[in-house]
């Protein structure tokens, strides 16, 4: 069999036998094919004729061409998984790609805002109606106690504790962390609770969401997100600069 019949023999099996998704096979299938491009310019049509050396090749093109460590990496990634496959399927003899490690990522430093563009943005929210409240609270929770998106949106009145001086989350992977609330989004949170939460849900006790939208619901990762820009829009912060984990990293760098 050919490279490319390996490739697509893989394939079917990362489908049908390892129930992977449709976009990963399609991802996987990608890189391989490039990869078997090259080897054919280097006159290697069969699996089994492939060396390390082949390999190394193929991904110092690669670099060549500008791409990405992290996309070598998953196209190193790929190649290995595949030269397993055949080892497993006993089509070659030995996995010219064993102890191959992947490029190292290059480390991106998160993107912050100063200081005094999260204080000017959290400011401007200062008027007294229902959505500022509770817009305010959201800014002020989500800096002032360094939460994700997705513990700020499943947080609950229950998770209040300590007479309102802390939070009780659960974070990635289930774990759970006790999270101080600071001053500032201490009042936040106990302005909106006492002029502004209750015209969101409209007397609903089986609402227990913290934040709620005009409809009573609980917000979505994207209904966070949209308030966020909204908000630094208005102190002329632009879009590309700010999103929940921003405000996160903000947190953590300005402590």
Not at 24 to 31: E, N, R
Not at 89 to 107: G, H, L, N, T, V
Not at 169 to 197: E, M, N, T
Request: hydrophobic residues 40%.
């Amino acid at each position: 069999m050919s490279v490319e019949d390996d490739i697509d023999d893989f394939l079917t099996s990362l489908l049908l036998e390892r129930g992977l998704s449709p976009n990963t096979c399609t991802g996987y299938g990608s890189d391989l094919r490039s990869f078997a491009a090259s080897l054919k310019r280097r006159n290697i049509c069969q699996s089994a004729a492939v060396t390390r050396d082949d390999i190394v090749a193929f991904l110092a093109d690669e670099r060549e061409k500008g791409l990405k460590g992290s996309t070598r990496a998953r196209r190193t990634a790929a190649i290995r998984m595949f030269f397993r496959h055949l080892k497993e399927r006993r089509r070659i003899a030995a996995d010219p790609s064993e102890r191959m490690d992947p490029p190292k990522k290059a480390k991106v430093l998160p993107r912050i805002l100063a200081e005094d563009e999260v204080f000017r943005m959290i400011e401007e929210v200062k008027d007294e109606d229902p959505r500022s409240l509770r817009d305010r609270a959201i800014l002020e929770v989500l800096y002032g106690c360094g939460l994700r998106v997705s513990e700020l949106c499943a947080l609950k009145r229950e998770d209040i504790v300590a007479d309102g001086e802390l939070l009780r989350i659960l974070g990635k992977g289930s774990k759970g962390r006790i999270v101080p609330i600071g001053a500032a989004a201490g009042r936040a949170l106990q302005r909106y609770f006492d002029a502004a939460r209750e015209s969101f849900v409209r007397g609903d006790l089986s609402v227990t969401h913290v934040f709620v939208t005009r409809l009573g619901r609980p917000f979505t990762r994207q209904g966070v997100f949209k308030i966020i820009r909204e908000r630094a829009a208005a102190v002329g912060i632009a879009a590309d600069r700010i999103s929940p984990h921003v405000l996160r990293h903000c947190f953590a760098s300005h402590m």
